[in-house]
């Protein structure tokens, strides 16, 4: 997931308690394995182990993985879908706002696209499914602003949850849907996206260039961060953004009965709101933030691979539910939420502990170095109270800070010191 967005994201969790009869879909369903845990624990622990080098951009590592997705895809049978077989090649533009302060203009880099045809009346049609198969690399070259690593701890961000977890949650989806049948089903389209945690590039470069024309494209789902599942509580977002959406869930959750929290809200952090933003539905399957989200702890022994298995298995049941019913989906309108206002949104420089701790305020996990935060003197440790006159209760109240004041203005900072209440002042960048 990319890092600034995700912190603006994440709104209240509903948890959805609509049940309904399990009925045909378990019937349809019953014949098909289910996903091997064996085989995700192997395919996760080969993505993100050190020799992928954080699949960052420029690094072999991240060629690799291509490689392998690709011969995944093929294994299972999928049809190739880029422009040189799997994949779809091409340059980030070097000049991208985006890639301003990164060493990765000009980069070459490749999404990865299998197509499983559909059959009868609705072949026609599509169902995407995606998931962002790059990471941090080595937390440098312009990756530093997106790693939660202080320099101290500072190491190959082998991303396992973000997101070789969704990547074979991807393919396993796709040997899953692969393996069944109907007369009439929509064609899958399965695609890694690259470039993702450097402002969704991947994905906004296969919406302008997709393998079938989106207009045939019914609905979008993502995998980003599904390694982590605990309690049984799966988060969907967009859950809002087709009428059925909802009922498509907790139909196929009858047989998994996990903890669905859906949020309606399409927008968000990850590949799903480049489709959104197209005008098709969308599903952002995830496990919610974590204390070794962009940081190198993010490790492979850390992911939950029975779960990874349920959520391959529920997003299977909805992915085919979706896919074979005789209508399309019933697209809803969301509001995309306002650029901040002037322009460039403030920044303080506090990299935020993600980990509610139980304190009111907001935990500085880390002070990136030049910032706001750095003159200011705040340290690794403190816990913001209060910017200016916004009180913040936790991550959120620094977003709303940095909404409420502009870059320039000097704004008071209260904080907490080892317990001790103190204040400075610091000039938002
Ligand atoms: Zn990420």
Redesign the pocket.
Known sequence: ???LK?LVRALPVAVAAGLVTAGSLLAQTAAVAPPSSARITKEIAWLADDAREGRGVNTAGLDQAADFIADAFADIGLEPGGTDGYFQTFQLDPNSPALAHTDFGGATVKNVVGILRGSGTLAGEVVVLGAHYD??GHGDHGYES?SRDTAKVKGIQN?AD??ASGTVALIETARSLAARTAPDRRTFVFVAFTA??LGAIGSAYYVEHPAIPLDSTDVMLNF??VGRLSGDSLTVGGTGSAEELPTALDRANVKYRLNLGMQADPWGSSDHAVFYAKGIPVLHFYTQLHQD??TAADDWDKINMAGVAEIVGLASDVAWNLATRPDEVTYVAFERPAPPAGGKRASLGTMPDMVSSGLEGMRVQGVREGTAAAEAGIKAGDVILKIGDVVVKDVYGLQEALTTYKTGETVTIVFLRDGERMETKATLK
């Open positions: 997931m990319t890092h995700t990471h941090l997106s991303g973000d997101n993702e945690e980003d961060m989200y962009h």
